[in-house]
């Protein structure tokens, strides 16, 4: 490459956003460089590369480019030097701090940088402020009291200067002093006028954010705090150079009763102790860290794969020791070099928070603290009884069932099992628990008949399926039969063996078993039971093949049962709501909403909460309008037990967004997040990514994207990359409306390189094409014709003609603007050999990428002065795009073709286009002004400068514009 393309790479390399990647870009350009023997460009590029360093995670690199520099600089003085002395004296400052914070390098080496940054600063003339700033940090990083104060009174009366911190880090340093030596009012008050200000440093205002956390909740600003923590943990979730304050908003979690969401930003961050920036942000990224694992209860935590160590769950408690023995290691390294206890003493007090005071909500998807952590439920071994206060805490506490039960004090065994079993068929969960514990508490250590026991057992099965504890339930109905069928007791025996066959056929492996058992009950049940068992019988066959998908089969079987479910309204509810099930399964909807209507009807008629809530939300699926499934989740949130609670948010949820209700579905996201929290339960990675979406579509992007990273992770825990990826889509939409947009682009080369294979060649292109628009929208030209090409490309492999074309007329605008007429030429002659191969087909997709298609080449031709060529390409397709109602596109093309007819001294012609185009445009369209101007131009060159100059006012045009 010659000097001048090494030149030209370093412009590109500045425009990059901070990270590995321009570090790696930095040093293959040094290594080009330093071959290319060019001592300016060597300069020069090693200053860069000293920023790129220290904003890009890895300052220890710096040391050595600022060194080179420096010693270049002395060494053999050159005219272009002093153009970037001020770039020189200003990095003194990031060697002064950046030494500090590895404990291998002697603390004189520090002092030595800053005398020489001190004697500098005065032989130029420049204040030292901001060596006195930097005397302070050392100063207070030993432990020297006294000192810090000193120097801090030097560095807030000296003048400030050019070469002083900008007027966002200057402040934040303050503001970490004062919250420091416990003056809080005066760190806010310090910090109002700068966050009022136009802060414009890449580290701010996330620094003085940062450094705020405490100071807004000492001083009892709640909220202030919150918004703080949201906003600026935003903007340094990315940069590994950020570990340090990562660490500050972990604490600010803990301090404030946020153990979940502190865990989450740790869990998040783990990896990047692996290759922290410094030994001083491991220190405290890994003392904060602890700190809060230590009050997530028994948990675990996903640490990702490092080299040597696979990814794997590890126990949050052991994390937490392993982190406070690097944190103490390191502190202690600091300590013997600095000759103080200072760092050991300081570490020991972040390894010891915890939460204190009222607690502040600050997840933007867990709505409050949990009342403890998950893993806390009481543990009671199968088959063995369960003490009253066990189960007693295991009880929903939802608003539809009663709090207080009374049992009879004289009822004899049997009689409490009757009760049970009886409260267990109308669906009064209380008074069954109750019956049981009443049993237990009287007789569980007396000597009871085998008819008894077998009930029992029973009915101890009926708790443990109610419990998801199948294992147990199959465990203690085998037991029930066998002592049935020993007694002769042959309905009770087949009522038991239905429910045992229900159960086996959730499991692949027992399903005949299952099939026999429930099909042998119904039929000993058709003949010995009552009507009410012959019931039950069938609607047990029924239940057992729709596990098993045979949703034909299993309505055959309810179609057994009587219409009356043998007088059982509890039954004939349960009944209608399988039927409901069963019809929706098969698509029969009207049918499958007239049986859950009809399951809502009895439920509402008996008080029976369960029914009802089951009914609604079946009723909700249903229904086509949404309206009407939100009110029957409506009906069905008052109903719901505890238990149920989750299922109807999350319907309701969805109800909302289809019924256009955005705002409010957030908030039953949020409510079903936090209750899947709470409850230990799978699935908040999914809601979450549901919360985020409806975030993105309330315009609340960056709660959206806080919940999106969240999703992302859980979503990558549980090994779901699809879904995983098409929340990374999610959120990568959300960081470009945010603005942030190598965040974005980021997101979509992972997705780029995850979606690899063959089947998924048009999610690929659709990415590559996206991260083309952004890079298009960012003015990063040269960048997006790349991505253009690339999802062009993947679009032919996946034999997408138009979506190339689309592609390649995208690449030929972008290598247009970048102003690269070879790339742009070639683009446009692989468009024109696309549209050759679409041209004839009529269809409107086809036709307006056709015209829009000629449109682009003709700019192409227009820059290349091959105006002719251009014209001839744009006969017809202004018709053509308003014969498919593209309005607004074909008085575009109209536009360019005036613009040509002028360039070709032919304003007569170009008058009146130009006239009745601008006559068609919306008053606020983008196109009004430029079409003004062209036009303006036209009725100059006829001759008619009074209008032209009336035009030009109209449309407060600048006749040089």
């Given at each position: 490459?010659?000097?001048?393309?090494?030149?030209?790479?370093?412009?590109?390399?500045?425009?990059?956003?901070?990270?590995?990647?321009?570090?790696?870009?930095?040093?293959?350009?040094?290594?080009?460089?330093?071959?290319?023997?060019?001592?300016?460009?060597?300069?020069?590029?090693?200053?860069?590369?000293?920023?790129?360093?220290?904003?890009?995670?890895?300052?220890?690199?710096?040391?050595?480019?600022?060194?080179?520099?420096?010693?270049?600089?002395?060494?053999?003085?050159?005219?272009?030097?002093?153009?970037?002395?001020?770039?020189?004296?200003?990095?003194?400052?990031?060697?002064?701090?950046?030494?500090?914070?590895?404990?291998?390098?002697?603390?004189?080496?520090?002092?030595?940088?800053?005398d020489?940054?001190?004697?500098?600063?005065?032989?130029?003339?420049?204040?030292?402020?901001?060596?006195?700033?930097?005397?302070?940090?050392?100063?207070?990083?030993?432990?020297?009291?006294?000192?810090?104060?000193?120097?801090?009174?030097?560095?807030?009366?000296?003048?400030?200067?050019?070469?002083?911190?900008?007027?966002?880090?200057?402040?934040?340093?303050?503001?970490?002093?004062?919250?420091?030596?416990?003056?809080?009012?005066?760190?806010?008050?310090?910090?109002?006028?700068?966050?009022?200000?136009?802060?414009?440093?890449?580290?701010?205002?996330?620094?003085?954010?940062?450094?705020?956390?405490?100071?807004?909740?000492?001083?009892?600003?709640?909220?202030?705090?919150?918004?703080?923590?949201?906003?600026?943990?935003?903007?340094?979730?990315?940069?590994?150079?950020d570990?340090?304050?990562?660490?500050?908003?972990?604490e600010?979690?803990?301090?404030?009763?946020?153990?979940?969401?502190?865990?989450?930003?740790?869990?998040?961050?783990?990896?990047?102790?692996?290759?922290?920036?410094?030994?001083?942000?491991?220190?405290?990224?890994?003392?904060?860290?602890?700190?809060?694992?230590?009050?997530?209860?028994?948990?675990?935590?996903?640490?990702?794969?490092?080299?040597?160590?696979?990814?794997?769950?590890?126990?949050?408690?052991?994390?937490?020791?392993?982190?406070?023995?690097?944190?103490?290691?390191?502190?202690?390294?600091?300590?013997?070099?600095?000759?103080?206890?200072?760092?050991?003493?300081?570490?020991?007090?972040?390894?010891?928070?915890q939460?204190?005071?009222?607690?502040?909500?600050?997840?933007?998807?867990?709505?409050?603290?949990?009342?403890?952590?998950?893993?806390?439920?009481?543990?009671?071994?199968?088959?063995?009884?369960?003490?009253?206060?066990?189960?007693?805490?295991?009880?929903?506490?939802?608003?539809?069932?009663?709090?207080?039960?009374t049992?009879?004090?004289?009822?004899?065994?049997?009689?409490?099992?009757?009760?049970?079993?009886?409260?267990?068929?109308?669906?009064?969960?209380?008074?069954?628990?109750?019956?049981?514990?009443?049993?237990?508490?009287?007789?569980?250590?007396?000597?009871?008949?085998?008819l008894?026991?077998?009930?029992?057992l029973?009915?101890?099965a009926?708790?443990?399926?109610?419990?998801?504890?199948?294992?147990?339930?199959?465990?203690?109905?085998?037991?029930?039969?066998?002592?049935?069928?020993?007694?002769?007791?042959?309905?009770?025996?087949?009522?038991?063996?239905?429910?045992?066959?229900?159960?086996?056929?959730?499991?692949?492996?027992?399903t005949?078993?299952?099939?026999?058992?429930?099909?042998?009950?119904?039929?000993?049940?058709?003949?010995?039971?009552?009507?009410?068992?012959?019931?039950?019988?069938?609607?047990?066959v029924?239940?057992?093949?729709?596990?098993?998908?045979?949703?034909?089969?299993?309505?055959?079987?309810?179609?057994?049962?009587?219409?009356?479910?043998?007088?059982?309204?509890h039954?004939?509810?349960?009944?209608?709501?399988?039927?409901?099930?069963?019809?929706e399964?098969?698509?029969?909807?009207?049918?499958?909403?007239?049986?859950?209507e009809?399951?809502?009807?009895?439920?509402?008629e008996l008080?029976?909460?369960?029914?009802?809530?089951?009914?609604?939300?079946?009723?909700?699926?249903?229904?086509?309008?949404?309206?009407?499934?939100?009110?029957?989740?409506?009906?069905?949130?008052?109903?719901?037990?505890?238990?149920?609670?989750?299922?109807?948010?999350?319907?309701?949820?969805?109800?909302?967004?289809?019924?256009g209700?955005?705002?409010?579905?957030?908030?039953?996201?949020?409510?079903?997040?936090?209750?899947?929290?709470e409850?230990?339960?799978?699935?908040?990675?999914?809601?979450?990514?549901?919360?985020?979406?409806?975030?993105?579509?309330?315009?609340?992007l960056?709660e959206?994207?806080?919940?999106?990273?969240?999703?992302?992770?859980?979503?990558?825990?549980?090994?779901?990359?699809?879904?995983?990826?098409?929340?990374?889509?999610?959120?990568?939409?959300?960081?470009?409306?945010?603005?942030?947009?190598?965040?974005?682009?980021?997101?979509?080369?992972?997705?780029?390189?995850?979606l690899?294979?063959?089947?998924?060649?048009?999610?690929?292109?659709?990415?590559?094409?996206?991260?083309g628009?952004?890079?298009?929208?960012?003015?990063?030209?040269?960048?997006?014709?790349?991505?253009?090409?690339?999802?062009?490309?993947?679009?032919?492999?996946?034999?997408?003609?138009?979506?190339?074309?689309?592609?390649?007329?995208?690449?030929?605008?972008?290598?247009?603007?970048?102003d690269?007429?070879?790339?742009?030429?070639?683009?446009?002659?692989?468009?024109?050999?696309?549209?050759?191969?679409?041209?004839?087909?009529?269809?409107?997709?086809?036709?307006?990428?056709?015209?829009?298609?000629?449109?682009?080449?003709?700019r192409?031709?227009?820059?290349?002065?091959?105006?002719?060529?251009?014209?001839?390409?744009?006969?017809?397709?202004?018709?053509?795009?308003?014969?498919?109602?593209?309005?607004?596109?074909?008085?575009?093309?109209?536009?360019?073709?005036?613009?040509?007819?002028l360039?070709?001294?032919?304003?007569a012609?170009?008058?009146?286009?130009?006239?009745?185009?601008?006559?068609?445009?919306?008053?606020?369209?983008?196109?009004?002004?430029?079409?003004?101007?062209?036009l303006?131009?036209?009725?100059?060159?006829?001759?008619?400068?009074?209008?032209?100059?009336?035009?030009?006012?109209?449309?407060?045009?600048?006749?040089?514009?």
């Amino acid at each position: 490459m010659s000097d001048e393309d090494l030149w030209r790479v370093l412009h590109g390399i500045a425009d990059m956003p901070y990270g590995a990647g321009k570090i790696a870009a930095l040093e293959q350009l040094l290594r080009r460089v330093d071959a290319a023997d060019d001592r300016h460009l060597a300069f020069v590029t090693r200053m860069q590369a000293t920023a790129g360093y220290i904003y890009g995670g890895e300052p220890a690199k710096s040391f050595v480019t600022f060194s080179w520099c420096l010693s270049e600089f002395d060494s053999d003085p050159q005219p272009y030097h002093q153009r970037h002395l001020h770039q020189l004296l200003w990095q003194f400052k990031y060697m002064a701090s950046g030494l500090l914070k590895f404990p291998e390098v002697p603390l004189d080496r520090t002092y030595a940088v800053l005398d020489d940054m001190e004697r500098r600063y005065r032989a130029g003339g420049h204040s030292l402020q901001a060596v006195h700033k930097h005397r302070f940090r050392v100063a207070e990083h030993v432990g020297d009291v006294e000192a810090a104060a000193h120097w801090h009174r030097l560095w807030q009366t000296t003048p400030r200067d050019e070469l002083s911190d900008c007027a966002g880090c200057d402040p934040t340093s303050q503001v970490g002093y004062l919250a420091d030596t416990g003056r809080d009012a005066e760190a806010v008050a310090l910090a109002e006028p700068v966050l009022a200000g136009r802060l414009t440093c890449i580290e701010q205002p996330q620094a003085i954010l940062t450094a705020l956390l405490l100071p807004y909740l000492r001083t009892g600003r709640g909220d202030q705090a919150r918004d703080a923590h949201r906003e600026a943990y935003r903007r340094l979730r990315g940069n590994l150079a950020d570990l340090w304050d990562i660490a500050d908003h972990i604490e600010f979690c803990t301090l404030t009763g946020n153990e979940a969401r502190a865990v989450e930003l740790v869990e998040r961050h783990l990896d990047w102790l692996d290759r922290p920036p410094s030994p001083a942000a491991a220190m405290h990224f890994a003392a904060a860290s602890a700190a809060a694992l230590r009050q997530a209860g028994p948990s675990t935590v996903y640490r990702r794969a490092a080299e040597g160590r696979p990814a794997a769950e590890v126990s949050a408690a052991s994390l937490a020791d392993e982190l406070t023995e690097t944190a103490t290691g390191l502190a202690a390294r600091f300590d013997a070099r600095n000759g103080t206890t200072h760092q050991s003493e300081w570490i020991a007090r972040r390894l010891a928070v915890q939460a204190s005071g009222e607690h502040v909500p600050l997840s933007a998807s867990v709505r409050r603290r949990p009342a403890r952590p998950v893993g806390d439920e009481p543990v009671v071994e199968q088959g063995t009884p369960a003490s009253s206060a066990d189960r007693a805490r295991r009880v929903p506490t939802g608003r539809a069932e009663p709090q207080a039960v009374t049992v009879p004090v004289d009822a004899g065994p049997d009689d409490l099992l009757d009760l049970a079993e009886q409260s267990w068929g109308r669906h009064d969960r209380a008074t069954f628990r109750a019956a049981l514990v009443a049993f237990d508490d009287r007789f569980g250590s007396a000597e009871l008949p085998a008819l008894t026991s077998a009930h029992r057992l029973a009915l101890r099965a009926s708790e443990r399926g109610d419990e998801d504890d199948t294992d147990a339930a199959i465990t203690l109905n085998r037991a029930a039969l066998e002592l049935y069928r020993e007694a002769g007791e042959e309905v009770a025996a087949e009522t038991v063996a239905g429910r045992l066959g229900v159960l086996l056929t959730r499991s692949d492996d027992d399903t005949d078993e299952g099939l026999l058992l429930v099909r042998e009950a119904a039929e000993v049940l058709d003949r010995l039971g009552d009507a009410g068992q012959r019931a039950a019988g069938h609607d047990r066959v029924a239940l057992a093949l729709l596990h098993r998908e045979r949703w034909a089969d299993a309505l055959a079987a309810l179609d057994r049962v009587p219409a009356d479910a043998g007088g059982d309204q509890h039954l004939a509810a349960r009944i209608a709501l399988h039927r409901g099930h069963l019809l929706e399964q098969l698509d029969r909807v009207d049918e499958a909403r007239a049986a859950v209507e009809e399951a809502r009807r009895i439920g509402r008629e008996l008080g029976v909460g369960e029914v009802v809530t089951g009914a609604c939300l079946a009723y909700a699926r249903l229904v086509d309008d949404p309206a009407d499934a939100v009110a029957a989740c409506d009906e069905a949130l008052a109903a719901a037990l505890a238990d149920a609670e989750l299922p109807v948010r999350v319907t309701r949820a969805r109800a909302l967004l289809a019924a256009g209700r955005a705002p409010d579905a957030v908030d039953d996201f949020v409510e079903a997040v936090t209750l899947c929290v709470e409850r230990g339960a799978e699935g908040d990675a999914f809601l979450r990514w549901e919360l985020a979406n409806a975030y993105r579509m309330v315009g609340r992007l960056a709660e959206a994207a806080e919940v999106a990273e969240e999703a992302v992770l859980g979503l990558d825990r549980l090994g779901a990359q699809a879904e995983a990826d098409r929340c990374r889509h999610l959120l990568a939409g959300v960081y470009a409306g945010l603005g942030e947009i190598d965040p974005a682009l980021a997101l979509l080369e992972q997705l780029a390189s995850n979606l690899d294979g063959p089947d998924n060649l048009p999610h690929r292109a659709q990415v590559l094409e996206e991260a083309g628009g952004i890079l298009y929208d960012a003015d990063r030209d040269a960048a997006a014709g790349e991505r253009f090409a690339a999802a062009a490309e993947a679009y032919r492999l996946g034999d997408l003609p138009l979506d190339e074309l689309r592609a390649r007329r995208r690449e030929t605008y972008a290598w247009f603007w970048a102003d690269d007429r070879d790339a742009a030429l070639h683009a446009v002659e692989v468009v024109d050999g696309l549209a050759a191969k679409l041209a004839g087909q009529a269809e409107p997709p086809v036709l307006y990428e056709l015209a829009m298609a000629a449109e682009a080449g003709a700019r192409v031709l227009t820059g290349q002065d091959r105006l002719n060529e251009a014209l001839a390409r744009l006969t017809g397709v202004p018709d053509r795009l308003r014969s498919i109602e593209a309005f607004g596109e074909a008085a575009q093309v109209e536009a360019l073709i005036g613009e040509l007819l002028l360039r070709m001294d032919r304003p007569a012609e170009a008058e009146p286009l130009l006239r009745r185009v601008l006559g068609g445009l919306p008053a606020a369209s983008r196109q009004v002004r430029q079409t003004a101007w062209l036009l303006a131009r036209a009725l100059d060159l006829l001759d008619r400068p009074a209008e032209a100059a009336a035009l030009r006012a109209e449309h407060d045009l600048d006749e040089d514009d």
